[in-house]
């Protein structure tokens, strides 16, 4: 493993109340992850969340210390090249790659890698974000963007949808995915990527299904042009139900009317929802 910064910085601000929860070898210069309140173990999947970087062991025997740095700065081996700035995520194997959509956003590069094998220098989040600063594919699919609790199982979690949605000369198109009952919508935003043409409709509006249920419960443009918003922070409200949104045609007043019949909208939903704390050991 190359070392392209010289000396490392030394072994401070670690935790070593730490067990290795299994056997542990080469992965000194690696993220762990935490295997109980009391142990760690080695990174296997990139969505795992990283508690902070193996330092000094290079061999860890069942059930012995682990000194694992949990902030402040630390090199780390990355898995690709690393920028300056770039954030960090970590590989299935634990070492530090760019951070991607749907990962834990673990640090910060100030010292960049050329290369796999490399060492970068991170500054450590002392509580891992979700990934936030990534660009999510318009996809449709609901996707984890921030949660809070002890494990990445339990607690409050935040979830967007992101999806373009291509008009078919109906009066309303639906979004794929539905917003689960029990959750709370925190915004909802549109964009008329292109000119849309319609039948009758004036407006594009963002409601839910069926149109008898407000089609523009989410926001109304003021015409059909190219680049016209919708921004949207609805008033609180826990859904009792599932509920889905879906693209709307619409008159002046925002009631459905006629077909909208070619062109995309954009449409952004974030929601909250909770999972249920973990059982108890």
Same mark, same amino acid.
């Given at each position: @493993? #190359? +070392?392209?910064?010289?000396?490392?910085?030394?072994?401070? %601000?670690?935790?070593?109340?730490?067990?290795?929860?299994?056997?542990?070898?080469?992965?000194?210069?690696?993220?762990?992850?935490?295997?109980?309140?009391?142990?760690?173990?080695?990174?296997?999947?990139?969505?795992?969340? =990283?508690?902070?970087?193996?330092?000094?062991?290079?061999?860890?025997?069942?059930?012995?210390?682990?000194?694992?740095?949990?902030?402040?700065?630390?090199?780390?081996?990355?898995?690709?090249?690393?920028?300056?700035?770039? +954030?960090?995520?970590?590989?299935?194997?634990?070492?530090?790659?760019?951070?991607?959509?749907?990962?834990?956003?673990?640090?910060?590069?100030?010292?960049?890698?050329?290369?796999?094998? +490399?060492?970068?220098?991170?500054?450590?989040?002392?509580? =891992?974000?979700?990934?936030?600063?990534?660009?999510?594919?318009?996809?449709?699919?609901?996707?984890?963007?921030?949660?809070?609790?002890?494990?990445?199982?339990?607690?409050?979690?935040?979830?967007?949808?992101?999806?373009?949605?291509? @008009?078919?000369?109906?009066?309303?198109?639906?979004?794929?995915?539905?917003?689960?009952?029990?959750?709370?919508?925190?915004?909802?935003?549109?964009?008329?990527?292109?000119?849309?043409?319609?039948?009758?409709?004036?407006?594009?509006?963002?409601?839910?299904?069926?149109?008898?249920?407000?089609?523009?419960?989410?926001?109304?443009?003021?015409?059909?042009?190219?680049?016209?918003?919708?921004?949207?922070?609805?008033?609180? #409200?826990?859904?009792?139900?599932? %509920?889905?949104? #879906?693209?709307?045609?619409?008159?002046?007043?925002?009631?459905?009317?006629?077909?909208?019949?070619?062109?995309?909208?954009?449409?952004?939903?974030?929601? %909250?929802?909770?999972?249920?704390?973990?059982?108890?050991?």
């Amino acid at each position: @493993m #190359a +070392d392209n910064f010289g000396p490392r910085p030394p072994a401070v %601000e670690t935790e070593s109340g730490f067990l290795a929860a299994a056997a542990i070898t080469s992965n000194i210069s690696r993220f762990v992850k935490k295997a109980s309140s009391t142990t760690v173990n080695v990174i296997t999947a990139i969505g795992d969340l =990283p508690f902070g970087v193996q330092v000094v062991q290079t061999t860890i025997a069942s059930g012995k210390n682990v000194s694992v740095k949990i902030s402040g700065q630390v090199a780390v081996e990355v898995s690709e090249a690393i920028a300056l700035n770039a +954030d960090v995520g970590v590989s299935a194997n634990g070492r530090a790659q760019n951070c991607v959509a749907g990962q834990y956003h673990a640090a910060k590069c100030v010292r960049a890698a050329g290369a796999a094998g +490399d060492e970068c220098l991170v500054e450590l989040f002392r509580i =891992p974000l979700p990934n936030y600063v990534i660009p999510l594919a318009a996809s449709g699919a609901a996707v984890l963007v921030g949660r809070r609790g002890e494990s990445v199982t339990e607690g409050w979690t935040r979830y967007r949808i992101d999806e373009d949605v291509v @008009m078919d000369a109906s009066a309303s198109n639906n979004l794929t995915t539905e917003t689960p009952i029990y959750a709370r919508i925190l915004l909802v935003q549109g964009n008329l990527e292109t000119i849309i043409t319609a039948t009758t409709a004036v407006k594009v509006g963002i409601g839910r299904v069926p149109s008898t249920a407000d089609p523009n419960k989410y926001g109304l443009t003021s015409a059909l042009t190219k680049n016209l918003k919708i921004d949207t922070i609805p008033d609180f #409200a826990v859904l009792s139900a599932a %509920e889905q949104m #879906a693209v709307f045609a619409c008159d002046t007043n925002g009631a459905a009317a006629g077909t909208l019949d070619t062109g995309t909208v954009r449409v952004v939903v974030e929601y %909250e929802v909770l999972d249920s704390l973990d059982d108890a050991a």
